[in-house]
C-alpha cells in the first residue's frame, strides 16, 4: 500500500493556507468540507439498506454483531456498541465492540496495534464468530492490517462481514461479503481521519444498528419503546410515549410502566391489547421481542 494514493491522505487544496487563517475562515472551510460526507452516504446508500438486512437476518437468528476498528475506527465502533444496549434494550453480548489494542486503546492510543494481523485473527478468534454472527470492519484507509485480518478470520468461520472504508477499491471492500465504501475525499487536515472519514463512519454505523433493530421490531413507530429507564429523564419519557400511543393519561402509564416492571414495551402492549403483565411477556416472547406483531397478532 502507498499511503499518499489513498484519498483520503491527500492534500486537500482548498485548506493549504489552513495555518493562516482566522478562526472564522478556518470553521467555514470545515464546515464546507463536513457538508460533503452525507452526499458521499446518499451514493452508497443502497449498500448501506443491505447491510442493514443483513445484520437484521443475523440477529433475528440469535446472532452477534461485532465492529472491528483500530483506533478512531474503533473508538467509533465501540460508541456505537455501548449505546444499542440503553436505546434498544439488547443484551450487551448482542452488539459488541473489538479494538487493536485493547479497551485500553479507547483512551490511550495505540497505533503500532493497527499493523498486527496476527492480533486481529487471535483477537476475533477470542470471539469465536461463526454462522449466526456478524462482523463489522471499520477502516478509513481500508487498508488496517488489524482489522482486514479479523475481518478475513471471521468470513473463513462463517460469519456474515461488512466492510466500512472511505476509499474506493479497498483492501477492506473486497474481503467482506458487503462493502461500503465512502468516498469524502481529503481532509482539511491532510491525513487526519477522525474529521469527514470519522464522520462518515458514524453515520454508518448509527444506520446499520438503528435500522437493523428497528426492522425486528425493537423501536414502535419512531419511538425507543424498549429503553432501559434507568434515570428520570429516561422515565419520562417512557410516560410520555405511553400517552402518545395509548389513551392512558399520565397516571395510569405511570402505574402500568409499575406493573410491568418498568418495561415500556411490556407496559405497551399491556394497555394496546388491555391484557395481563403475564399476557403481554406471552405475546413479546411469540414474536420474538418485535412489539408491533406483538399487539397485531
Same mark, same amino acid.
Given at each position: 500500500m502507498r499511503v499518499r494514493e489513498l484519498? /483520503?491522505?491527500r492534500r486537500n487544496p482548498a485548506t493549504e493556507n489552513m495555518d493562516t487563517m482566522s478562526a472564522l475562515e478556518l470553521v467555514t472551510a470545515m464546515n464546507r468540507e463536513d457538508a460533503i460526507v452525507p *452526499?458521499?452516504?446518499h451514493r452508497v446508500l443502497p449498500q448501506i439498506a443491505r447491510a442493514v438486512d443483513r445484520i437484521a437476518q443475523q440477529l433475528a437468528k440469535g446472532g452477534r454483531l461485532i465492529y472491528v476498528g483500530s483506533g478512531t475506527s474503533g473508538r467509533i465502533g465501540a460508541l456505537d456498541a455501548s449505546e444499542c444496549s440503553p436505546t434498544f434494550g439488547v443484551d450487551a453480548e448482542t452488539v459488541q465492540f473489538m479494538i487493536a489494542g485493547g479497551e485500553r486503546a479507547l483512551v490511550i492510543a495505540s497505533e503500532a496495534s493497527e499493523d498486527s494481523t496476527d492480533s486481529g485473527r487471535t483477537d476475533i478468534a477470542a470471539r469465536k464468530p461463526g454462522k449466526r454472527d456478524v462482523v463489522v470492519g471499520i477502516a478509513a484507509s481500508g487498508s488496517t492490517p488489524y /482489522? !482486514?485480518?479479523? !475481518?478475513?478470520?471471521? *468470513?473463513?468461520?462463517g460469519a456474515a462481514t461488512i466492510g466500512i472504508a472511505c476509499n474506493r477499491n479497498s483492501e477492506l471492500g473486497r474481503t467482506a461479503e458487503i462493502a461500503i465504501e465512502v468516498e469524502v475525499g481529503p481532509e482539511v487536515l491532510t491525513g487526519s481521519s477522525r474529521l469527514k472519514a470519522g464522520s462518515a463512519e458514524k453515520m454508518v454505523c448509527n444506520m446499520l444498528t438503528t435500522g437493523a433493530l428497528t426492522r425486528l421490531g425493537y423501536v414502535y413507530s419512531n419511538l425507543m419503546v424498549n429503553m432501559h429507564l434507568k434515570n428520570n429523564k429516561v422515565l419520562q419519557r417512557g410516560i410520555t410515549i405511553l400517552e402518545l400511543l395509548t389513551d392512558a393519561d399520565r397516571e395510569i402509564a405511570t402505574k402500568t410502566l409499575e406493573k410491568a416492571g418498568m418495561s415500556a414495551s411490556l407496559a405497551l !402492549?399491556? %394497555? @394496546? @391489547?388491555? !391484557?395481563?403483565?403475564?399476557?403481554?411477556?406471552?405475546? %413479546? *416472547? @411469540?414474536? @420474538?421481542g418485535n412489539v408491533r406483531k406483538a399487539i397485531e397478532d
Open positions: 484519498m /483520503t491522505e *452526499r458521499a452516504i /482489522t !482486514v485480518s479479523a !475481518v478475513q478470520y471471521a *468470513r473463513s468461520r !402492549v399491556m %394497555l @394496546k @391489547k388491555g !391484557v395481563s403483565k403475564a399476557e403481554a411477556a406471552r405475546r %413479546l *416472547r @411469540k414474536a @420474538k
